[in-house]
């Protein structure tokens, strides 16, 4: 039972994360309205908050609930989704950054300015994002079904 409720809370954290992802991409713009960059903002937290609750939830049932670490070690598909998080969490932090720097200007009821070369560089780092979670459930897809064993 302990392991269907971890394996629950895992797909309930990615689920969220790739939720938020796709707000982002499909809301962000160079023309907000002040209503549209507070929910991207909120959206970005929420998106930093799934991934960390997803790789606490993740190491656990790796360790615990599951399989065994030694299992999931000797899959490639296991390593190609941790590189794909990993991708996707470093390129994650350009849009944070950028998304938490507007804070100045909602704080003042003011829509945040935002480049046209800005909007095409946060764009394709959220498809980038987008790929790298595509990858994931792919790899996850063949591991469930003992593809990949070295």
Same mark, same amino acid.
């Given at each position: /039972?302990?392991?269907?409720?971890?394996?629950?809370?895992?797909?309930?954290?990615?689920?969220?994360?790739?939720?938020?992802?796709?707000?982002?991409?499909?809301?962000?713009? !160079?023309?907000?309205?002040? *209503?549209?960059? +507070?929910?991207?903002?909120?959206?970005?937290?929420? @998106?930093?908050?799934? *991934?960390?609750?997803?790789?606490?939830?993740?190491?656990? +049932?790796?360790?615990?609930?599951? !399989?065994?670490?030694?299992? @999931?070690?000797?899959? =490639?598909?296991? =390593?190609?989704?941790?590189?794909?998080?990993?991708?996707?969490?470093?390129?994650?932090? @350009?849009?944070?950054?950028?998304?938490?720097? =507007? +804070?100045?200007?909602?704080? +003042?009821?003011?829509?945040?300015?935002?480049?046209?070369?800005?909007?095409?560089?946060? !764009?394709?780092?959220?498809?980038?994002?987008?790929?790298?979670?595509?990858?994931?459930?792919?790899?996850?897809? /063949? /591991?469930?079904?003992?593809?990949? /064993?070295?």
């Amino acid at each position: /039972m302990t392991s269907a409720i971890m394996a629950f809370l895992h797909h309930l954290a990615a689920f969220t994360l790739t939720g938020a992802i796709l707000y982002e991409h499909i809301t962000f713009r !160079k023309d907000l309205s002040l *209503a549209e960059a +507070r929910r991207i903002q909120i959206m970005d937290i929420v @998106y930093g908050v799934s *991934a960390g609750f997803l790789v606490i939830v993740g190491l656990l +049932r790796v360790f615990y609930f599951e !399989k065994g670490a030694a299992f @999931y070690a000797q899959n =490639w598909f296991f =390593w190609t989704k941790m590189l794909g998080f990993a991708l996707a969490g470093l390129v994650s932090i @350009y849009p944070t950054v950028r998304f938490l720097s =507007w +804070r100045k200007f909602l704080a +003042r009821n003011q829509v945040p300015e935002i480049t046209d070369q800005e909007v095409a560089r946060i !764009k394709m780092i959220l498809r980038l994002e987008t790929l790298a979670i595509a990858l994931i459930i792919f790899s996850a897809a /063949m /591991m469930a079904r003992g593809v990949g /064993m070295m």
